[in-house]
Every structure is written in structure tokens, then in C-alpha cells.
């Protein structure tokens, strides 16, 4: 495994734009955290916002980077043909798969942690001055806070996770441009079918098995007994999705052919 590891890590920190793409994800994560905060306000204790919720809007903009790095991480050497070479060195080709997504993983941890921590920061001096204060029943975000605490632990789990379901979709479509599309029409398209359709119960349960929907409900820390789902069970259906994209995208690398 050291060795899978070591080679992987070589491989990975040598792909062109790949500390561009985690210094991307966490710029962005901390870019669009701040500007959402300086555009929402509170005038009253009954404006009913979801401070630390407003303040990690970033994530939405954060993932889309951490996806296309872990999925040209495993794409690129199928498109350059490196992939037979990787085989040919490591015949365990469970392995390559495991180290990839351990690395990229952790990239994509190291990556949230810092736009996470940014994004709190950032709302923590702005969001005082747009209405949420004491006064408006809000206090300073704090990550000695249990629920804040929840929400940005969370959304770096979220972006981990994200990481490893688009190295299982990339293994298993084994194209870099298609990964792509695959793993952003899993977060949006749930989203945009649900909002289009008109049964109640459906979009329920649309919401409910979105990777991004439900795993987002990590964020919440107001109203969460009205969500559709819990947050650490909305955590828990996008690490169903993650570990099925690398079970299958696992498998795909024993029975075909590099």
C-alpha cells in the first residue's frame, strides 16, 4: 500500500492545475461565502436566516473544483494511456483505486478545512453587521458553538465525500470529460427534477436521496426538524453514494480491460 501511495502521490502532484484546483476550491468556497454574506440582512428577530448556513454557501462553489480534480486524477491516465503502465506496476488494481481516493481525499479535506475555517471567519465579522446580532437572537458564529461546530465539520466531510464519489465515477466511465458530467449531473439534476415536478411526496423523496440536497442538510442549524432529512443522515446518503461509485468504478477496473 506504501508503495501504491507513493506513486499515486508522485503521479498526483505532478497532473498540470491540480494544487490550482484545491487552491481554486478553497479561494472559491471562501470567495462566495463572503459574498452572500455581505449581500443578506436580518432587520428583525423574525427574519428566521440560517446564519451559518449563509456563511458556508461557498461549498456549493467549492465542490465543482474538488470534483473535476479528483476527476481527472484517475481520467487523465486513461486518456494518455498511462493507465496500462500503472496496471502493468501494480497488478492489484484495487489498490491504485484505494490510493487514489485516499490522496484525493485528502486533498480535498485539507481543501475544505481552510475554506470552511475561512468562510466561518469571514461571517463571523460580516453577518454582525448585516442584522445578525444579539438583539436579533443571533450570536457571533463560533465553532465552540455545537451546532456551527456541526455545520462546518460537516460541509469538510461533504467535500471529502464529493472527492471520493467523483474518483469512483471517473473509474468506472474511465473519461475525464464524462466523469465530469456524471458527477455534476448527480448533484444537479436531483435538484432540478424535484423542483419540477409536482407531487409532494415525490419531491420529498427526490430531496431525500440527492447527494447534494441531503448531504447538505449537514449545513442547517435552524428549523431542523422540518427538513426532509436529518443532517447526519443527509451525510450518511451521500457516503452511500460515494462508497457505491467506488464499488462500482472498483469493480469496473477488475473486469475490463485497461
Not at 491540480?18 to 462566495?32: H, Q
Not at 455545520?151 to 474518483?167: E, F, H, P, Q
Not at 458530467?181 to 436531483?190: H, R, Y
Amino acid at each position: 500500500m506504501r508503495l501504491a501511495l507513493h506513486a499515486e502521490w508522485t503521479k498526483l502532484r505532478t497532473i498540470a492545475g491540480s494544487y490550482w484546483l484545491l487552491f481554486a476550491a478553497t479561494a472559491l468556497t471562501v470567495g462566495l461565502s463572503a459574498a452572500v454574506s455581505a449581500g443578506v440582512s436580518c432587520s428583525s428577530s423574525a427574519c428566521n436566516q440560517d446564519a451559518a448556513k449563509t456563511s458556508l454557501t461557498g461549498v456549493y462553489l467549492g465542490q465543482l473544483m474538488i470534483a473535476v480534480l479528483a476527476v481527472t486524477a484517475v481520467g487523465n491516465e486513461y486518456s494518455t494511456g498511462m493507465i496500462r503502465t500503472t496496471f502493468a506496476a501494480m497488478p492489484r488494481r484495487w489498490l491504485v483505486l484505494v490510493a487514489k481516493a485516499v490522496l484525493v481525499g485528502g486533498g480535498a479535506l485539507l481543501a475544505g478545512l481552510l475554506g470552511v475555517l475561512g468562510s466561518v471567519l469571514v461571517g463571523r465579522f460580516i453577518l454582525p453587521s448585516k442584522g445578525f446580532t444579539a438583539a436579533h437572537g443571533y450570536r457571533a458564529l463560533s465553532l465552540f458553538d455545537g451546532t456551527t461546530l456541526r455545520a462546518a465539520g460537516g460541509s469538510v466531510l461533504y467535500l471529502t465525500l464529493i472527492a471520493l464519489l467523483s474518483v469512483g465515477v471517473a473509474a468506472l466511465v474511465r473519461d475525464s470529460a464524462a466523469g465530469i458530467g456524471v458527477v455534476f449531473a448527480l448533484l444537479f439534476l436531483f435538484p432540478l427534477v424535484a423542483n419540477a415536478v409536482g407531487d409532494e411526496h415525490l419531491h420529498r423523496h427526490l430531496e431525500q436521496i440527492s447527494p447534494m440536497d441531503a448531504g447538505l442538510a449537514i449545513q442547517a442549524t435552524i428549523n431542523v426538524h422540518g427538513l426532509v432529512i436529518s443532517p447526519w443522515a443527509g451525510l450518511g446518503v451521500l457516503a452511500l453514494w460515494a462508497m457505491g461509485a467506488l464499488l462500482f468504478g472498483g469493480l469496473s477496473l477488475q473486469l475490463r480491460d485497461a
